[in-house]
Each structure stands twice: as structure tokens, then as C-alpha cells.
């Protein structure tokens, strides 16, 4: 049996403490008892940014990011990519097991069901400006919901909890429809229950006047397996922040906007967008090695490069790849994989990137088919949120029952002025 401990001499007073560990951890607060006398509140650690802090203990997803690994509930992320719907692995992440045939059943009806949203929402919808960022009313409407769910807030009860699980996976899509509609003026489709959970998604976002909307099974199921892709990714930062916002028990659509406005930003699932942003400004394969040198000399970064956890290929990116020469069959190819393309190859050769172990993540190919199937690069988070929805809900559930969690308030250490008075008075404060 290990010694499960860790010595440590305090350098200033010369005392050693014997602290136990957990899981491979230490325990931060057992730092506290390091005094340097009764007056010193103890030893804090400080870690911005969380690079070596772990917040919570999770069951959900296990991620390796040194040799490139990635499961949800223990099953490998290719086998589910390759085996399961999105609505089976959504079942799987809430509940721990995959479904049974009747129970996949009953679950895909309940989600279904919900997937209509209230008249109110769509006038609401209806106030935004023409060219609003669909990220930005999905995120809005999101939080609209809880004006219209007020028992969503009784978050301690499981079933009103299960009930608002299923209302957003069902809500998600038909939001991300409207608001795509949105912004190109369309009249908003409703949902078809005669449809799977993706199929019914592009009905809302594709059809036009034909009586019965028939999408692409291949196109129908290079989205399926995106959204399983993007269903969870343990603690990054969207889930960092459903789960600090709903610890102070927020109601789960106050909760998961919040965690959409965290993914909303370039350097994390903004990142798809900026991607194609880059890929149009370096315009041709031939002036890759040029971009390369501005990114290497300081100017920017290459977006959909790099990871805080992976130091080695992200299997999604993998993945996707494959799925790409799929969609490219009914599309056509996108120019701008051989630009993707050159720019991977240079940059897994480039010192500067081997030596940082910067590789492709799940950003950088998953724009440019997005781009072949329809969409414009404004839509792409919004095609991530959507899955990553029952990820944050998992997490939120989670966390909810971990008897360990309390309301999430960081320490800071202080840097500003010590305590001062306010003299001389000035003019004004004696008038
Ligand atoms: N291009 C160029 N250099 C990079 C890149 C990049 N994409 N990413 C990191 N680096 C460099 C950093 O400048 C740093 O260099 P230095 O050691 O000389 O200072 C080094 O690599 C380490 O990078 P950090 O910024 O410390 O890594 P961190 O873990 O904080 O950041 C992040 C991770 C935010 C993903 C970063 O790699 C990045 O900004 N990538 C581009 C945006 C992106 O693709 N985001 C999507 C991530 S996946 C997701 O959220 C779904």
C-alpha cells in the first residue's frame, strides 16, 4: 500500500506538515493549517485560469489529453460517433447507461414532444434586429425561457429538474432554426415530430414550400455524429461556467445561458467561425507558409490550433475529418479544405507548433463542413451549443447532487492599495 501523503516544510517557520491525498490530489483547503502565526489567515494556492486545479469531481466524461483520448461514461468517443444517435449518447451522458430499445423509445418521445416553443417567444424573437448574431439570440432566448417556466427555478425537486432537461434538448434546435431564419428573413418552420432529432432540425432550417422536407441521410447523419462529438467535453469553459453560475442555484435557462455566452467567445467554441474567417483571409494554398510566419512572429493565432488539455491529436478533429470526405461526396469538396489541409501540414512540421504541441482541435475542420452542407460561418457556434446543451446539463445535475459542492467563489490574492484616509477634504465635500 503507497504512503497516500505529502510532506511539506514550510521554508518560513521551518515546520512540516503531513497532508493526506485524494484521488492523486492534494486538498487546497488542507493548506490553510500552513501558518506563520495565529494572525496569518494560511496558505492559499493560486492558480489563474485553472491550469492545475481540479473543481469537482466528475463520472461523466474521461479525457486524456496527452495521448489523445476521449470517453463519455467509459464508452470511446469513435464507437459512439459510429454507433449511436445523438439522442441515445444524450441519454447516456444524463443518466449514466445507455438506452434500451423501449427506453430510447420513450426518451426520444419525450424530447420530441417538447421541441415546440411558446407563440410569446417567437413575437419576442421577432424584436431583433435583422443582422443580430444568432449566437447572441440564442443565447437571449435561452434565458427568455425562464420567464416562461417559473417552476424551473425549484431546481432541488428531480422531476422539475428532468422536465427542464428535456424541455431545453428539445427547445435547443427549433431556437437555432428560428434564429437562423432570423437572419435571413424566412418565416420560421415549425418543428415535425415525424422526424429524428437532427432530420427535424434541418426541416426547420431548410424547408421552403415543398408540403413534406426531405434532408440528405448522408448530410442528416454527418450532423448526428457532430452533435455527439460536441455533446461533452468534462470541465472547459462553457461547462466551468454552467457550473459556477448554477451553483448559486440559478434556474437551469438563466444557468445555460450563461454557459452559451461563454462558448460564444473566439477562443473557445467562437473558434469554428473565426477559423473560416481566416481560412477566406489566407485566400489561396500558396500563401500559407506567409500566415504561418506572421502567427510564428507574434501577430495572432492560428485558430483551431491548440487546446489547455490536449498535447497531442484531438480525436474529434480525427473524426471529423472522415466525416468531411463524406459530406464532400454530396457536395462537393470545399476549397478550403486544401488550404486546411497545407496548414496542418506545415504546422505539425513547424517547430514552433511541435515544440508548444499545438495540433488541429475539434474547431478547425468542423467549419468547413458546416460551410459545404448550408451554413453560414455566423451559425457554427450555434451548431455546437445545441449539443453541448445536454453536456452542460449533465454537468449542472451533477453537480447539484455532489454533496461536495457549495456556491463557486474563488480567493483572490490582493494587489491594491493598503488601507488610506481620505485627506485633505476637497472643496466640493465641505459645500
Ligand atoms: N496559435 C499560435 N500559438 C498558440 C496557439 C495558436 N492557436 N495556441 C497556443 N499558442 C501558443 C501560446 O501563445 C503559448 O506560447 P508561449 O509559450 O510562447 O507563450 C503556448 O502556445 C501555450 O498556449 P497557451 O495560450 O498557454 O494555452 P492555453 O491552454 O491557455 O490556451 C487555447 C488554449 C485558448 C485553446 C489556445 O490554444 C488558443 O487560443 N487556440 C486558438 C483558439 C481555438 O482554436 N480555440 C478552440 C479551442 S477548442 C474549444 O474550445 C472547443
Known amino acids: 500500500m503507497q504512503n497516500e501523503t505529502l510532506t511539506i516544510t514550510d521554508n518560513r517557520t521551518g515546520k512540516t506538515y ?32 485553472f491550469l492545475n486545479t481540479a473543481a469537482c469531481q466528475s463520472a461523466i466524461t474521461y479525457l486524456d489529453g496527452e495521448r489523445g483520448i476521449l470517453r463519455y461514461r467509459g464508452y470511446p468517443i469513435e464507437q459512439l460517433a459510429e454507433k449511436c444517435s445523438f439522442l441515445e ?31 410569446n417567444l417567437k413575437k419576442f424573437m421577432e424584436g431583433f434586429h435583422y443582422n443580430a448574431h444568432p449566437m447572441a439570440i440564442l443565447m437571449t432566448t435561452v434565458a427568455a425561457l425562464s420567464t416562461l417556466y417559473p417552476e424551473a427555478r425549484n431546481i432541488h425537486d428531480p422531476e422539475v429538474r428532468r422536465l427542464q432537461i428535456i424541455r431545453l434538448l428539445g427547445k435547443m434546435p427549433t431556437l437555432a432554426a428560428y434564429s437562423y431564419r432570423h437572419s435571413l428573413g424566412l418565416p420560421y418552420v415549425y418543428p415535425d415530430n415525424d422526424f429524428g432529432y437532427t432530420r427535424n432540425f434541418l426541416n426547420m432550417l431548410w424547408k421552403r414550400t415543398e408540403p413534406k422536407y426531405s434532408a440528405n441521410p448522408v448530410l442528416a447523419r454527418a450532423l448526428e455524429v457532430l452533435f455527439i462529438l460536441h455533446a461533452d467535453h468534462e470541465q472547459n469553459c462553457s461547462t466551468n461556467a454552467m457550473r459556477a453560475v448554477g451553483s448559486s442555484f440559478a434556474d437551469p435557462y438563466a444557468t445555460t445561458a450563461a454557459a452559451i455566452a461563454a462558448l460564444s467567445g473566439p477562443l473557445h467554441g467562437g473558434a469554428n467561425e473565426e477559423v473560416l474567417r481566416m481560412l477566406d483571409e489566407i485566400g489561396s494554398k500558396d500563401r500559407v507558409p506567409a500566415y504561418i510566419a506572421q502567427i510564428k512572429a507574434g501577430h495572432g493565432k492560428l485558430m483551431g490550433f491548440g487546446h489547455r488539455v ?31 489541409l497545407e496548414l496542418e501540414r506545415i504546422a505539425l512540421e513547424d517547430d514552433f507548433f511541435v515544440k508548444r504541441k499545438l495540433y488541429p482541435n475539434v474547431d478547425f475542420y468542423s467549419g468547413i463542413i458546416y460551410q459545404a452542407v448550408g451554413f453560414t460561418p455566423d451559425m457554427f457556434t450555434v451548431l455546437f451549443a445545441i449539443p453541448r446543451t445536454v453536456g452542460w446539463l449533465a454537468q449542472w445535475q451533477e453537480m447539484l447532487q455532489d454533496p461536495e459542492q457549495k456556491i463557486a467563489r474563488p480567493r483572490q490574492l490582493y494587489t491594491g492599495q493598503p488601507v488610506r484616509e481620505r485627506v485633505p477634504e476637497t472643496a466640493a465635500t465641505l459645500a
Not at 498535447?311 to 459530406?327: F, G, Q
Open 18 to 49: 503531513t497532508l493526506p491525498l485524494y484521488k492523486g490530489a492534494v486538498r487546497a483547503i488542507d493548506l490553510r493549517q500552513i501558518k506563520t502565526g495565529p494572525e496569518d489567515f494560511g496558505l492559499l494556492s493560486y492558480d489563474p485560469a
Open 89 to 119: 449518447v444524450a441519454y447516456l451522458l444524463l443518466n449514466g447507461e445507455l438506452p434500451d430499445p423501449a427506453e430510447l423509445d420513450a426518451w426520444s418521445g419525450e424530447v420530441t414532444r417538447h421541441t415546440m416553443i411558446h407563440e
Open 310 to 340: 490536449y498535447k497531442n491529436y484531438d480525436p474529434r478533429a480525427r473524426i471529423i475529418k472522415r466525416v468531411a470526405d463524406e459530406v464532400f461526396e454530396v457536395t462537393g469538396r470545399n476549397p478550403k479544405l486544401d488550404i486546411a
